[in-house]
């Protein structure tokens, strides 16, 4: 099957939102969504650090 297009994905995000949502909220989980997708194709393409890594660098 084959992957959902961003305007379908942009649409589901918006229709699981309950009904007493706002603007800000929808813009809130499409950029939180949007970071997540970035977030996995950073992944897939190996551009992660490790969790000692990324503890050095939250604790400076």
Do not use: C, N, W
């Not at 229709?15 to 809130?28: F, H, K, N």
């Amino acid at each position: 099957m084959a992957e959902p297009k961003v305007k379908e994905r942009v649409i589901d995000a918006v229709r699981e939102l309950p009904d007493d949502a706002t603007v800000e909220d929808a813009m809130e989980r499409l950029y939180f969504l949007a970071k997540v997708e970035k977030g996995l194709e950073q992944a897939e393409a190996g551009q992660t650090v490790s969790h000692e890594e990324a503890k050095r660098r939250i604790l400076g």
